[in-house]
């Protein structure tokens, strides 16, 4: 196993595994960010309360 580290710089090697992974996990939590599930800017049933506003304009009578 040792002799992995003679072919990669194991500075480099870090350096790219640590960026790779932080790259990963910003994908990760965007994709989470874009579900009303998981989205915990929002909070839960924003999706939900967004469509109950809509409906009570639209029901709303206009005078």
């Not at 790219?16 to 599930?37: G, P, R």
């Amino acid at each position: 196993m040792w002799r992995i580290w003679l072919i990669f710089d194991p500075r480099r090697a870090l350096v790219a595994l640590f960026a790779f992974l932080f790259v990963l996990a910003l994908v990760i939590h965007f994709i989470l960010l874009s579900t009303d599930t998981y989205n915990w800017l929002d909070g839960p049933n924003s999706a939900q309360g967004v469509a109950n506003a809509a409906a009570a304009a639209a029901a709303k009578p206009s005078a």
